[in-house]
């Protein structure tokens, strides 16, 4: 006879939930807003606490980490001939989405820009530096929010310049 607790610890949604909690900030999935951790099953939950301290492990093993994916998103090839700002500032705002497909660059110059990530093209810039006057209104700052159906809100704080 076969003791069936391992096999019963292991479907407890419970104690994932559990693991799940104990986890610090760093090392908690990231999971968009709209997704309520009470809304997966044990499978999916067990999956994300699996993952979560896998990556805790490869952080802080004595192991150096090591990428599992590296994609170059070469922003400069979009700035405009430099009108956007520099690429390399300090002061540049980037912002990598939940799904890791879209990333948000804000240029020092006030430029909000939506970038393809495993396309590696930008998709739009915002306000457009073709057609609108650089000098009247520039993006101060932005803040996302991602919804159930995958689209993605953005609110932008501008500056206008007179």
Partial sequence: QTCKFP????????????????????????????ISVDELDWHQVRTLVVRAYQRRLNCTGPAPLRPTREITVPIESASFNGALGKPYDVR????????GKLLLVLWT?????????????????YPDPVSSDPHKQRVHSFSYDMQADNAVHILTVNESRN
């Fill in 7 to 34: 096999q019963n610890v292991d479907y407890n949604k419970a104690l994932w939930l559990k693991h799940l909690r104990e986890l610090d900030q760093d090392h908690a999935p990231d999971l968009p807003r709209h």
């Fill in 92 to 99: 540049i705002n980037v912002q990598l989405l939940p799904g």
């Fill in 109 to 125: 110059e006030g430029y909000l820009q939506c970038w393809d990530v495993p396309g590696g093209k930008c998709v739009w810039t």
